[in-house]
């Protein structure tokens, strides 16, 4: 069995096709392709968050109000950019989105990727500390938001308080209890994985990862959680921990797949460079009629490796046609390979 999601890029344009035209358009259908999903069986509805850029950025209301509109379907991103968070003022939003869901956020964070503008996060009032980088940034700002939703106290509460507080130091509210289980980290190398195991975190890893070995992307990526995994087992964490990739999966089973995906484009890794030194490496699509397709599936040994897999959507051709593509790997595809 596997948990199957969709992941959304939440991009809006107003290229001709789009039915996604203004940033209104994307927030109203990403919570109407989550509910959609959810009636289809399907497991997760999870959104990527771009800062500067004509995509999904402020995921904890769009995550509020999914909770509020859905009972069982898993919630999250793919991933926060922790450069540019307030990881107290973070951990308050998400203890809130956690709670109007019922405990059902599945957060994927991370260091980032390249963005619109040049060093963003300085625009939201941050920097690096002398000495350190953006990479540092995130981990710091990481690991206070992972100490603060465990929910221990550590600040010390006025002696004239507006209203009665309990005994000792305050901690973040509102709290909601398991949320620190349900994080990612979003790893792009073997090592940031290594290092998302050690501080305990669940490993989402994507369509893209740093090029370490020159080897088809889906065996390094296979790699990089056996790596995850051993590091987790040398930690000594007490939980079983979750494992994600995402593709780009397409079942060809009516004229718009054909005319959409049937051109046999990006059936091939890429790779390219990710910045001016990062070489990397970028996950093939799959797109063929089911037979075919199950038997492509079945060879990629990073999906055989994970727990839950996420189907990249193109957002833009609107809900329907998304409902379409998730419906078509749950009845057409999941079956035959035994995640269903």
């Known amino acids: 069995m596997?948990?199957?999601?969709?992941?959304?890029?939440?991009?809006?344009?107003t290229a001709r096709g789009s039915q996604a035209r203004s940033?209104?358009?994307?927030?109203?259908?990403?919570?109407?392709?989550?509910?959609?999903?959810?009636?289809?069986?399907?497991?997760?509805?999870?959104?990527?968050?771009?800062?500067f850029a004509r995509q999904l950025a402020s995921p904890f209301?769009?995550?509020?109000?999914?909770?509020?509109?859905?009972?069982?379907?898993?919630?999250?991103?793919?991933?926060?950019?922790?450069?540019?968070?307030?990881?107290?003022?973070?951990?308050?939003?998400?203890?809130?989105?956690?709670?109007?869901?019922?405990?059902?956020l599945q957060l994927g964070i991370s260091r980032g990727s390249p963005e619109q503008v040049?060093?963003?996060?300085?625009?939201?009032?941050?920097?690096?500390?002398?000495?350190?980088?953006?990479?540092?940034?995130?981990?710091?700002?990481?690991?206070?938001?992972?100490?603060?939703?465990?929910?221990?106290?550590?600040?010390?509460?006025?002696?004239?308080?507006?209203?009665?507080?309990p005994p000792g130091l305050l901690r973040i509210e509102p709290h909601s209890e398991g949320l620190r289980d349900r994080i990612w980290w979003g790893a792009g190398s073997n090592a940031t994985a290594a290092?998302?195991?050690?501080?305990?975190?669940?490993?989402?890893?994507?369509?893209?990862?740093?090029?370490?070995?020159?080897?088809?992307?889906?065996?390094?990526?296979?790699?990089?959680?056996?790596?995850?995994?051993?590091?987790w087992k040398a930690a000594g964490h007490r939980r079983e921990p979750r494992v994600s990739v995402s593709r780009s999966i397409f079942a060809l089973v009516d004229e718009r797949d054909v005319a959409y995906f049937g051109g046999g484009r990006d059936e091939q890794d890429q790779v390219g460079f990710i910045d001016a030194s990062t070489r990397a490496i970028f996950g093939r699509s799959y797109a063929a009629e089911p037979d075919p397709l199950v038997e492509q599936l079945r060879a990629d040994e990073a999906i055989a490796a994970a727990d839950t897999l996420l189907l990249t959507v193109p957002n833009q051709l609107g809900v329907d046609y998304n409902a379409h593509v998730i419906d078509s790997i749950l009845t057409h595809v999941a079956p035959a390979l035994g995640w269903r």
């Open 2 to 13: 596997k948990k199957i999601g969709f992941l959304s890029f939440g991009h809006w344009s």
């Open 118 to 165: 040049v060093d963003g996060w300085r625009y939201f009032g941050y920097q690096p500390a002398d000495g350190s980088d953006d990479a540092d940034l995130a981990r710091q700002k990481t690991a206070v938001f992972l100490n603060v939703i465990e929910g221990d106290g550590f600040a010390e509460p006025s002696p004239r308080p507006m209203f009665p507080n």
């Open 61 to 104: 209301p769009l995550l509020a109000a999914v909770g509020a509109r859905t009972s069982r379907i898993e919630i999250g991103t793919g991933v926060i950019d922790m450069r540019y968070e307030n990881p107290l003022y973070m951990a308050e939003d998400a203890g809130a989105a956690d709670l109007i869901s019922g405990g059902r």
């Open 23 to 51: 940033a209104a358009d994307v927030l109203s259908q990403s919570i109407d392709l989550a509910v959609a999903a959810e009636d289809l069986g399907a497991d997760g509805a999870y959104f990527r968050v771009h800062h």
């Open 195 to 231: 290092w998302a195991a050690e501080i305990g975190t669940n490993l989402m890893s994507s369509t893209l990862k740093n090029d370490e070995s020159g080897k088809p992307f889906h065996i390094q990526q296979a790699e990089q959680i056996e790596a995850y995994r051993t590091a």
